[in-house]
């Protein structure tokens, strides 16, 4: 499958105020990544729609040639509300963030959603959905869906109104419903009515353990219309990458290869490196023999492990190429399509 000019599956790095942590858009692309997902709602708190309309967008602004995906801002409805009560409001209307150092209040809706996302220039839009845990309560769950619903409903009006670009610009929704079969699948089913681009898995995608919630995510993929692209958010893990692809999915995200990087878990054809462990202080072995990257062409363990050892910048830079070139490599020839 394709999406533009892009062969599926596919991995998108978090970008999220238009950088990838530690590395330059040069070293970005020299990854082979081709497509990056930003964060609608910081950057609307950083630079917000006026602003960054008049910079021309994220690509113009981070001089990126590639793809970008927005997110909604339904993470943070998750994450800064719904974990934090005290710091926003939510109604069927309109979601009110509070911030904990001065009491002011962001507004967001689904329409002004999509507008910072055409201020982004985004190529792929989401949603505005209501984001839950994996294991919210059927009450919590079915306000989740009837919020995501009506709020899919607005946005995919609000995008359709201002689209003068039909063939260059594309908008996903989010299915919702916790693990309750008949609610994901109401979900689904009248977000297939409203006919959008491509469907993501909503929720979180794995349970208080950190482990895959593989029935969840099968029985939201098999709801997917197999001719559009499906996108399981925050899945990061290489194995839970390959369990997905499996079930269906070829669109992933997540912060896992670049954070690990930072903290020196790197990822091998031989399984994890853990850089700064002692062994590895005097290996003139590059991290992983089987890699193209820059930084197994240039450099050794040795170098990566002294660099990060000492908390040096360019430590952190080199083992967020490797990390980020290894799963743009997982996806292009180890997984089976």
Same mark, same amino acid.
């Given at each position: ?26 070293? %970005? ?32 602004? @981070? ?148 482990? %895959? ?19 399981? @958010? ?16 070829? @669109? ?13 878990? %790197? ?62 490599? %997982? ?7």
């Amino acid at each position: 499958m394709k999406l533009f000019s892009l062969d599926l599956p596919i991995f998108m790095p978090d970008a999220t105020l238009g950088t990838v942590r530690a590395v330059s858009t040069d070293q %970005l692309k020299n990854t082979n990544t081709k497509m990056v997902v930003v964060n609608t709602y910081h950057l609307y708190l950083t630079l917000g729609i006026e602003n960054l309309t008049k910079l021309g967008g994220i690509k113009k602004l @981070m001089n990126w040639d590639g793809y970008i995906l927005s997110d909604s801002g339904g993470f943070q409805v998750y994450s800064l509300i719904h974990k934090k009560s005290n710091l926003g409001k939510i109604t069927q209307y309109v979601v009110y963030f509070k911030s904990p150092v001065n009491g002011s209040k962001t507004l967001l809706t689904p329409e002004i959603s999509i507008d910072m996302q055409y201020a982004i220039d985004s190529d792929i839009f989401i949603a505005l959905d209501d984001c839950r845990y994996s294991g919210v309560s059927r009450r919590d769950a079915e306000t989740s869906v009837n919020y995501t619903i009506d709020w899919a409903r607005r946005a995919r009006d609000h995008f359709d109104k201002k689209n003068t670009r039909p063939n260059n610009k594309k908008i996903f929704a989010v299915i919702q419903g916790g693990s309750f079969k008949d609610l994901r699948e109401r979900c689904a089913r009248e977000l297939i009515e409203m006919d959008f681009d491509g469907y993501c898995f909503g929720g979180w995608p794995v349970d208080d353990k950190g482990i %895959l919630v593989e029935d969840i995510l099968k029985l939201v993929a098999d709801l997917m219309p197999v001719h559009k692209p499906r996108y399981a @958010m925050g899945v990061g893990k290489p194995e839970d990458i390959e369990k997905c692809v499996q079930l269906g999915y070829n @669109m992933f995200d997540c912060v896992i290869p670049t954070r690990n990087a930072r903290h020196g878990i %790197l990822y091998s054809s031989n399984g994890i490196v853990r850089i700064k462990h002692t062994k590895y202080k005097l290996d003139t072995n590059p991290i992983d023999s089987n890699c193209g990257c820059e930084t197994c062409r240039n450099y050794t363990r040795a170098y990566v492990h002294h660099l990060l050892k000492n908390n040096e910048i360019l430590g952190k830079t080199l083992a967020t190429i490797h990390n980020l070139y290894y799963y743009q490599d %997982l996806l292009k020839k180890n997984v089976k399509i």
